[in-house]
């Protein structure tokens, strides 16, 4: 079942005509959620996100989008599933209303929130992991970057070109070739125990993970900071580790000839776990 404008359908009901604008221009923003432990992972930065987003695209935003009404309606789609699963990977996407070219007609928009089922009751990551540097197309340093929209495509194209070399993942660089994020998650490593990830101004997207992870590690009295990363940094740290909102800490085990630890990773993976199962939204 999915949840368009408020009402649940089947999943293979047809929903848009050709004039959607999300599939013409990719003018639609997204995000995807994890529901596990009776409740959505950390809602309320999603929900902020959101709405950042949304202005900055400039749709207007229903009076009824409110935290509670949106949260409301994600539930509704995964008590609807006939299946059963221990956690649920949910995308509540919002699109302009049909109309116009580059200029819309409307700033009114529209939603769907679907629900996939996943494995794993908490965060788990692969025990091999590898990567390399994505270098055919490079991400813009600008804010549209740090939003989470349609517009995906860098995305996409890298992520085939890793499946068909045989990596896990691949990391994006922009046009001053520094390190930027994976192509499904933001990107940290660990030097002499400080933990460092690129700086929004890089061009990386504002991910709800990072932001935990920025939060646990400082709770917690360790070193982090936001600053430049190149590619050859990352032959000369102990730990890199992706991370998203359905995967949590995934480790890197190599890249080129470069074998990498993952103790500070594991860590913050259980420390995310804990965090979860006994608070939600914490």
């Keep these: 079942m999915i949840n368009h404008n408020g009402e649940l359908t089947a999943a293979n009901t047809p929903l848009f005509s050709s004039q959607n604008r999300g599939f013409l221009f990719g003018d639609a923003v997204f995000e995807t959620i994890r529901y596990g432990q009776e409740h959505l992972h950390f809602w309320e930065d999603h929900y902020f996100r959101l709405m950042a987003a949304m202005r900055v695209f400039r749709m207007h935003i229903p009076m009824a989008f409110t935290p509670e009404f949106l949260e409301q309606e994600c539930l509704r789609v995964v008590q609807a599933q ?51 540097v994505f270098k055919d197309y490079y991400v813009q340093k600008s804010m549209l970057s740090n939003l989470k929209s349609t517009n995906k495509a860098l995305n996409v194209i890298g992520s085939i070109f890793m499946q068909e070399q045989g990596f896990d993942n691949g990391i994006l660089v922009n046009d001053d070739k520094e390190v930027v994020e994976f192509l499904n998650g933001n990107l940290f490593i660990v030097a002499d125990g400080v933990l460092r990830t690129p700086p929004l101004s890089s061009g990386c997207l504002d991910g709800i993970m990072r932001k935990q992870i920025i939060r646990m590690a400082k709770k917690r009295g360790i070193s982090c900071m936001e600053e430049k990363i190149s590619p050859f940094d990352l032959q000369q740290v102990q730990e890199v580790f992706m991370v998203n909102s359905i995967v949590g800490v995934q480790p890197v085990s190599s890249y080129r000839r470069t074998n990498y630890e993952n103790s500070l990773g594991l860590q913050l993976q259980q420390a995310l776990n804990d965090s979860v199962s006994s608070t939600p939204d914490a």
């Design 82 to 132: 006939s299946a059963t699963a221990p956690s649920w990977r949910i995308r509540l996407t919002v699109f302009r209303a049909d109309g116009g070219t580059y200029l819309p007609t409307s700033k009114e928009v529209g939603y769907v929130i679907e629900a996939k089922p996943l494995e794993n009751t908490g965060y788990t990551a692969k025990e091999t992991y590898n990567v390399e």
